[in-house]
């Protein structure tokens, strides 16, 4: 067989990972726990077996290849004006019994009584840990960029403010907050009152 000479080039390759959460469980405990959830997810998976909420593929792999295709246009190549981060808040007011959140853009809104909670409390030191009650702070009025909360249900100070803060806060492209377009939706926070 002749020889051939054939040269290979190479160009520089950048390596990009980007990482879902799925879900809180993860976070909370180290070493062997997460080791032999892990385990077990790849057992189920190899099998088709186990319940559907240890389901680690997306149904909507499309909504989640779109998002994470906007984050690496912005962030791994550059791109401008590739949005995509969703709307998030730029100043947040207490009048009276209602809170004021001004975002940064103009933002789509569904009204809810329940994605937005509040904390109240009186006291100043540590007034909203882990252990707080959340209440309800229903949507009752919106405009291009701002959203008017109603905080009735709170009988002390509003000591910190939260959206979407649970492991399911809303259902599929069901939060109440969006981009405009109705794309991105608002990213959860948490907001503690200053002192």
């Known amino acids: 067989m002749p020889e051939t000479n054939t040269s290979f080039r190479f160009s520089k390759m950048v390596l990009i ?5 799925l879900r809180n469980e993860f976070d909370k405990k180290e070493g062997t726990y997460l080791r032999d959830v892990i385990r077990k997810l790849k057992y189920m998976i190899m099998r088709g077996t186990g319940p559907v909420s240890f389901s680690i593929h997306p149904r909507y792999k499309q909504d989640v290849a779109h998002r994470l295709t906007l984050g690496a246009r912005a962030v791994a190549y550059g791109e401008k004006g590739v949005s995509f981060q969703g709307p998030f808040p730029q100043a947040i007011r207490l009048q009276g019994k209602y ?3 001004t975002y940064s853009e103009e933002v789509s809104v569904t009204k809810s009584n329940t994605t937005f909670e509040v904390c ?4 100043q030191r540590d007034p909203c840990n882990a252990s707080s009650a959340w209440d309800p702070a229903p949507i009752v009025e919106t405009s291009s960029n701002v959203v008017v909360l109603s905080t009735d249900g709170c009988s002390d100070e509003v000591a ?3 959206y979407a803060w649970r492991d399911w806060p809303c259902g599929f492209k ?3 907050v969006y981009s405009a377009d109705h794309v991105l939706p608002a990213a959860p926070f948490i907001v503690k009152r200053a002192p």
């Open 174 to 176: 069901a939060c109440p």
């Open 160 to 162: 910190a403010l939260r």
């Open 99 to 101: 809170i004021n959140i």
């Open 120 to 123: 109240c409390s009186s006291s």
């Open 17 to 21: 990972i980007f990482l879902l959460q």
